[in-house]
């Protein structure tokens, strides 16, 4: 377990290198420094045990020098996270679609470590601002499906987001498709009074109305 968040602490700075003292302080804090040395000694070779990688492959995959660890980007591709920031930090409606697919849940689950949390929430808000975005541009181009689609996506990310609610119901009521806009607002009713206490906007609540006298 400790290989694996070595591997991903590394690969969170990527392009830069990581003190091997501040590796030591986050895998084994109550170790002197000695013992926590040795320990990651160890999990180096674990990794390597577990990546099948020979001296050649070790030392073209991981820069290191007496003081620190870095992953060499020049041999390894880019992975999800550093993908994930570069998508949503996009302007194109193309790059928010790619990161809502490329979003496959928390980053490293498992992990309770605070720099594994805040990328963790990072993340996630990056990918809920993204299917916000694509939502708004879809309505704006008139294209209700795309919208709602978007809007669905991002709410399952955060069943809260009211904007997103709003946005999916609007598609909706254009689509015509009125008991699906009920239970958007049914359902983020719900979530809103269980995880927040509150009740929902003025303008869902109108958006409500108006899908119920729709309704046949």
Same mark, same amino acid.
């Given at each position: ?13 990527? !392009?830069?290198?990581? #003190? ?6 986050? @895998? ?12 990651? #000694?160890? *999990? ?13 492959? +070790? ?8 003081? #620190? ?6 041999? &390894? ?9 570069? &998508?949503?930090?996009?302007? +194109? ?23 594994? @949390?805040?990328? #963790? ?7 809920? %601002? ?7 541009? *879809?309505?704006? !181009?008139?294209?209700?499906? !795309? ?8 709410? %399952?990310?955060?069943? *809260? ?8 119901? +609007? %598609? *909706?009521?254009? @689509? ?19 995880? @927040? ?20």
């Amino acid at each position: 377990e400790k290989a694996r968040w070595l591997m991903a602490r590394l690969a969170w700075s990527w !392009g830069q290198p990581v #003190s091997t003292e501040s590796l030591m302080e986050l @895998l084994w804090p109550d170790l002197p420094a000695l013992r926590g040395r040795k320990n990651l #000694s160890q *999990c180096l070779m674990s990794l390597r045990q577990t990546l099948h990688l020979g001296d050649d492959d +070790e030392q073209e995959m991981l820069l290191r020098t007496p003081a #620190s660890l870095q992953l060499n980007p020049t041999c &390894l591709d880019q992975h999800d996270a550093v993908r994930l920031k570069g &998508l949503t930090s996009s302007e +194109e409606p193309a790059a928010w679609e790619k990161a809502l697919s490329l979003y496959q849940g928390e980053f490293l689950p498992g992990c309770f470590d605070e720099w594994a @949390l805040l990328e #963790s929430d990072d993340l996630h808000a990056r990918v809920v %601002a993204a299917s916000e975005k694509l939502t708004q541009y *879809c309505l704006d !181009g008139q294209d209700w499906s !795309g919208a709602l689609q978007a809007a669905q996506r991002g709410l %399952a990310l955060d069943p *809260c987001h009211q904007d997103l609610a709003l946005a999916g119901m +609007e %598609a *909706c009521l254009k @689509l015509g498709r009125f008991e699906l806009a009920v239970r958007t607002f049914e359902q983020v009713k719900k979530q809103l009074r269980t995880q @927040l206490d509150v009740e929902p906007s003025t303008e869902l609540l109108r958006a409500f109305q108006r899908a119920r006298l729709e309704m046949p």
